[in-house]
């Protein structure tokens, strides 16, 4: 697919965020944008934003609950009559903890957003883009954290995005050999520290899965720029709309992943492929950042 224009794009979690950057860009493209989000508040103050930019509305969505994504669907269609684009994008994470002291609301609400989230917008939609016939594309929004090397102290939300890479996976073999006229993408959000709301995401974790216990207070993005710079380091802080526009021109050069730095990526997976053919922790503890 290369131009996006008239095409309906569908992006959940796209409130704030990488999603409120896709919404933006894809707007740009002459795209028709319908956001999903579970903040009623955020995705308000983004559709007025907005307003004026390109034809634009808004569906209140837990990803968690298939009937929630199922009603999306319906709507879409009822307003649009086609899905072309597809981001599964909505995504919360849990503090660290070692795997032992996590909890098993944790668990269920992480794996409930990121794993089911992406399942539940992949069965809602999938079969309605199929039966239209017309050429399409999903993206599924991953992490390097999981997807490439896991962060030893973020087993919940590494081990969720481990799960979407190899959906992902599966679902762009699938779609190829069913012979269908749609495509698949792994986004692998990166460039650089990410300024979005994952690092707050607490802010929509239901009451009923609450963590059973106290936790240390999760680092913001100065926490990790006071640690760089106590270390002598700089981070980079990736701007949200240029990485929305390297997605949307993945999209164009049919990418299965898209990634900024790929290569960085590959020789990261080769050096674990051989400590896992030497029968050892693939993980390089030498590379664990320290906050």
């Known amino acids: 697919m290369q131009d996006f224009a008239g095409k309906v794009a569908v992006v959940t979690g796209g409130a704030s965020g990488i999603g409120r ?20 508040a955020a995705l308000d103050r983004v559709l007025g934003e907005f307003a004026g930019a390109g034809e634009l509305s808004g569906v209140v969505t837990d990803v968690s609950s298939p009937a929630s994504c199922e009603a999306l669907a319906e709507q879409v269609y009822a307003s649009h009559g086609a899905c072309h684009l597809l981001f599964n994008n909505a995504g919360v994470a849990a503090p660290s903890a070692n795997v032992w002291e996590t909890t098993a609301n944790d668990w269920t609400w992480v794996h409930g957003v990121n794993v089911h989230g992406v399942m539940n917008g992949i069965r809602a939609f999938v079969p309605r883009m199929i039966a239209g016939g017309e050429e399409g594309h999903i993206v599924n929004t991953s992490s390097g954290d999981g997807g490439v090397s896991p962060l030893p102290y973020q087993s919940v939300y590494a081990s969720s995005k481990a799960a979407v890479s190899c959906i992902t996976e599966c679902l762009g073999a699938q779609l190829q ?3 269908t006229r749609l495509g698949a993408s792994i986004f692998y959000p990166s460039g650089g520290l990410l300024d979005t709301g994952i690092w707050t995401t607490d802010r929509n974790r239901p009451r ?34 240029e990485l929305a526009r390297y997605c949307l021109q993945g999209i164009r050069e049919q990418r299965f992943i898209i990634m900024i730095g790929l290569e960085d990526a590959a020789a990261t997976l080769r050096d674990r492929a051989e400590r896992i053919a030497r029968a050892e922790l693939p993980i390089n503890l030498a590379e664990v950042p320290q906050l």
């Open 208 to 241: 009923e899965l609450a963590r059973e216990k106290p936790y240390d207070p999760v680092p913001t993005v100065q926490d990790f720029k006071v640690a760089a710079e106590a270390a002598g380091m700089t981070l980079e802080i990736q701007d949200l709309d």
């Open 177 to 179: 050999t069913e012979g």
């Open 21 to 40: 950057s896709l919404v933006k860009e894809l707007l740009a493209t002459g795209a028709k944008v319908v956001i999903a989000d579970v903040e009623q």
